[in-house]
């Protein structure tokens, strides 16, 4: 079993920046695919950002070059560094994990969640 605790969302102005962390403990070096996922008022989950052990990094078009998804290892500890943001990135972030990446991940079927972390941009 995996624990993820997220942290670090908040408020801020449009092109703001903050970081968002998450905490694995337990069995955490099983998981070879680490991901954010985000879920705005009123619409489904989207996936933001996936680091993959065996394959490198992921975004979606909507934050290519506006967020970097990184890990310490030694820390068990994800981040997704957020630069200009912008009221539509407001939403729940959730970190989630997995053994593998594959079409369950990328369908945003994860085994592991954490609770959520707050993020909202004003205008």
């Known amino acids: 079993q995996v624990q993820l605790v997220e942290s670090g969302g908040g408020s801020v102005e449009s092109g703001g920046s903050l970081r968002l962390s998450c905490a694995a403990s337990?069995?955490?070096?099983?998981?070879?695919?680490m991901s954010w996922v985000r879920q705005a008022p009123g619409k489904g989950r989207e996936g933001v950002a996936t680091?993959?052990?065996?394959?490198?990094?992921n975004y979606a078009n909507s934050v290519k070059g506006r967020f970097t998804i990184s890990q310490d290892n030694a820390k068990n500890t994800l981040y997704l560094q957020m630069n200009s943001l912008k009221p539509d990135d407001t939403g729940m972030y959730y970190c989630?994990?997995?053994?593998?990446?594959?079409?369950?991940?990328?369908?945003?079927?994860?085994?592991?969640w954490g609770q959520g972390t707050q993020v909202t941009v004003s205008s």
């Open positions: 337990g069995d955490a070096n099983s998981v070879h695919c």
């Open positions: 989630a994990a997995d053994l593998w990446c594959g079409e369950r991940t990328r369908a945003g079927e994860y085994k592991y």
């Open positions: 680091i993959d052990t065996y394959s490198g990094t």
